[in-house]
C-alpha cells in the first residue's frame, strides 16, 4: 500500500492565458501593495518596452526598478537588489524575466525579512549539504513582503519556495528554502514571451522536461505528481516542437508553460530528483552553463545510467512522449536534437580540466544523493560527464 504526504505551496493564484497588464491590474486591486519594486532582465529592459508597460500599470505605485541580476543569480546581485527594494520602500516584488530573475525575487524576499545587507551574510542562511548527503537546513524568518512572477521562460522556478543562488567568491551555486518564499502570484502570459530567445525559451523547456522526468523515474515517486508529470511532457512536447517551427504561435507557447506549471508539481510533492538536476546545479554554478542546456546534456546520460534500476517508470516518459516501446533516453536525445540544443559538454563550453571538480561538487547536492541508482562517490558522476563529453 503506498503511502504519503503532498503540501501545497503558498503560492495563492496562478494566472494563465491573460495579458499581464490585465492581470497584474487585477492583483494590485487585490493585495492592495502600495509601493512595488521591480526586478527586470537587463535585455528586457533595454530593448524592449515591457518595463514601461509596467510602470504605466503601476503608476504611482512603482518605486524602482533593478535590472543588473547576473546568470544563476549572484549573491551580490541579490543584495543590491534587496538594498535597492529596502531604501525604495517596497511592499512587493514583481519580477519579468527568466530564472535568475525569479530566484532573485525570492531571494530579495528572505533578505529584506531577515535584514541581509551584505553578500557574506547569507553564508548563514544556505542549505548544506555533505558529500554523504547529510543535509542542514537552516531555520530563518520568513519573507516581510511577497512577489508576483511573470516569467518569459520554462524553468518553472516561479512555483516553488526553493531559490538558487551563486556564490562568485567560490564559484558554486547554492540553494536557499524559506516554505513562505513562494511567489503569491505567478502570471503566465505567453505574448510576452515573444522577446525571449529561441535558445532560451527551447533549452528551458528541455529543462522543464527534466522536472517531469526525473519525478517520474524517481524512487519516491507519487500519484498525483506522477499525473502532472505524464500530462507536462505531452504539452512540452508537442508545445516545443509548435515554437521551434512557428515562433509567433501564442497557443503553443501557453502549452509550453502550462507544462512547465505541471512539471514541478512533483516539488511540492516531496519527489525526489536525480542526478542530471544534482550534477546540473553544478555545471551551472561553476562552469556557467545555463540551465537550460545542462539538462539537454545530462538527461539522456542519466537515463542510461538509471536504465538497470527504473526500466518500468522510464516506458512512462517513452510513451507521455508519444514514443511507446523506444528508450526513454533515445526519444529525450531525439527531441534534444530535434529542437536544435546542444548535446554535449564540449558544445556548452565545458573545459576539460574543471571534469574532476565538478564531479567533486556534485556529491555536495542533495539530488545527487537521491539519484534511482546509487551514486556512491565522485568517480561514478565522473563517468557521467566523460559519457556527456
Not at 487585477?26 to 537587463?42: I, P, Y
Not at 530566484?103 to 544556505?126: E, F, H, P, R, W
Not at 505528481?225 to 517551427?245: E, I, Q, Y
Request: hydrophobic content about 45%; proline content about 5%.
Amino acid at each position: 500500500m503506498q503511502t504519503g504526504l503532498y503540501s501545497y505551496p503558498a503560492t495563492r493564484r496562478i494566472s494563465y492565458g491573460t495579458g499581464f497588464e490585465e492581470a497584474l491590474a487585477r492583483e494590485l486591486d487585490l493585495e492592495k501593495a502600495r509601493r512595488v519594486f521591480v526586478l527586470a532582465s537587463g535585455t528586457l529592459a533595454r530593448e524592449t518596452g515591457v518595463v514601461a508597460q509596467i510602470e504605466g500599470v503601476l503608476g504611482n505605485r512603482f518605486a524602482g526598478v533593478f535590472a543588473r541580476i547576473g546568470a544563476h543569480t549572484p549573491r551580490v546581485d541579490v543584495v543590491a537588489a534587496a538594498n535597492a527594494a529596502r531604501a525604495a520602500g517596497a511592499d512587493m516584488i514583481l519580477t519579468i524575466g527568466g530564472g535568475s530573475i525569479t530566484d532573485a525575487a525570492k531571494m530579495v524576499c528572505i533578505c529584506l525579512g531577515n535584514d541581509v545587507t551584505d553578500a557574506a551574510q547569507l553564508d548563514a542562511y544556505s542549505v548544506k549539504i555533505g558529500a554523504d548527503g547529510k543535509t542542514v537546513r537552516p531555520s530563518y524568518k520568513a519573507p516581510s513582503v511577497d512577489s508576483v512572477i511573470v516569467p518569459t521562460t520554462l524553468s518553472a522556478g516561479e512555483f516553488s519556495a526553493t531559490a538558487g543562488c551563486t556564490d562568485t567568491v567560490r564559484h558554486v551555486k547554492e540553494v536557499f528554502v524559506q516554505p513562505k518564499a513562494s511567489p503569491r502570484t505567478v502570471i503566465l502570459d505567453p505574448a510576452v514571451t515573444v522577446h525571449t530567445p529561441e535558445w532560451l525559451w527551447l533549452s528551458t523547456g528541455i529543462r522543464a522536461v527534466d522536472h517531469a522526468v526525473e519525478d517520474l523515474c524517481s524512487a519516491s515517486a507519487k500519484p498525483f505528481s506522477d499525473g502532472t508529470s505524464f500530462h507536462a511532457l505531452r504539452l512540452l512536447s508537442r508545445g516545443l516542437r509548435a515554437v521551434k517551427a512557428d515562433p509567433s504561435n501564442l497557443v503553443a507557447r501557453l502549452d509550453c508553460q502550462l507544462g512547465s506549471w505541471m512539471s514541478i508539481v512533483g516539488s511540492s510533492a516531496g519527489v525526489e530528483k536525480g542526478a542530471s538536476h544534482g550534477i546540473g546545479h553544478v555545471l551551472g554554478g561553476t562552469a556557467g552553463v545555463p540551465h537550460g542546456y545542462t539538462s539537454c546534456v545530462m538527461l539522456p546520460h542519466v537515463m542510461r545510467f538509471n536504465l538497470p534500476v527504473n526500466a518500468e517508470r522510464q516506458k512512462l516518459v517513452s510513451e507521455a512522449l508519444g514514443r511507446p516501446g523506444v528508450p526513454a533516453a533515445d526519444v529525450l536525445a531525439d527531441l534534444i536534437a530535434e529542437l536544435g540544443l546542444p548535446r554535449t559538454l564540449r558544445e556548452v563550453n565545458v573545459k576539460p580540466e574543471l571534469l574532476d571538480r565538478i564531479a567533486e561538487e556534485s556529491m555536495h547536492d542533495r539530488w545527487v544523493h537521491t539519484n534511482p541508482r546509487k551514486i556512491d562517490g565522485p568517480a561514478v558522476v565522473r563517468e557521467l560527464l566523460d559519457a556527456a563529453w
